[in-house]
């Protein structure tokens, strides 16, 4: 399939930048699992952030987007990062959209989740990990996916109010009614991570993987000791940058 030329412009508004045409491709991409056992869900080692995936609307729309979504797939890339805070929604709504034109197209991607930032009408940013927030957000994001699951669930960033034990409960009934396969971390610190890991043991579950800022430009996860816990602990880093 030769995506049209919206959807390989769009590749330059994606967090990882793919090659412009699709006769160009970035090579093996390796599979990586993020969660252990048989069972455990394998995805791309590279992923593609759907941070400006609303600006699309105005360049091509949802077939836009499904072709860059299969400009991924080519490039054996499959793990699709998304939050609701990403356009306020729009992102995922437009998703959701690409979906729908292309029959079996999700289930070629695993959809990692992030919510819990917070934007009310008046200008003040806060975080919400509630079970009532958290709750919600999943059925607004199945609703705008399309879709029945989502594979990895993540808080964006740490309430500073955070209740682990709630949090790992109403974790837990979301795994219980398939809604989420995997749960994660955004931007924790590490007194945070373990303090949620903690919480969730008690409910039989684990933290799948950790997304954290690290790259060239800013490597101080690899000095301050945040992927060391997470080697320690057995948590997969999933890093943006």
């Not at 930032?117 to 009532?132: C, E, H, K, R, T």
């Not at 209740?163 to 809604?179: G, R, S, W």
């Not at 008690?202 to 993987?209: A, G, V």
Request: aromatic share 8%.
């Amino acid at each position: 399939m030769k995506p049209s030329a919206a959807g390989t412009a769009a590749v330059a508004t994606a967090l990882l930048f793919l090659a412009a045409v699709p006769q160009v491709v970035l090579g093996d991409v390796k599979r990586i699992k993020l969660a252990p056992g048989p069972a455990g869900m394998e995805t791309s080692q590279m992923g593609l952030g759907a941070l400006h995936f609303a600006e699309l609307k105005e360049n091509g729309g949802a077939a836009a987007l499904k072709d860059l979504l299969n400009v991924a797939l080519q490039n054996n890339i499959t793990l699709l990062d998304l939050a609701d805070i990403y356009a306020y929604n729009t992102s995922a709504e437009l998703v959701g959209q690409a979906f729908a034109l292309q029959p079996g197209l999700r289930e070629n991607f695993q959809i990692v989740y992030k919510t819990g930032i917070v934007f009310p009408d008046a200008p003040v940013q806060y975080l919400d990990n509630g079970a009532q927030y958290m709750t919600n957000a999943v059925d607004i994001a199945l609703t705008q996916l399309g879709t029945t699951y989502i594979d990895v669930l993540m808080p964006h960033a740490p309430d500073p109010l955070l209740d682990a034990t709630e949090l790992a409960t109403v974790f837990k009934k979301l795994k219980t009614d398939n809604k989420v396969r995997y749960f994660g971390v955004s931007n924790f610190p590490p007194s945070k991570l373990a303090l949620l890991q903690s919480a969730m043991e008690k409910q039989q579950l684990s933290l799948t993987t950790a997304e954290l800022e690290c790259s060239v430009l800013t490597p101080t996860a690899l000095y301050d000791g945040r992927l060391d816990q997470l080697q320690e602990l057995g948590i997969a880093p999933l890093a943006w940058g």
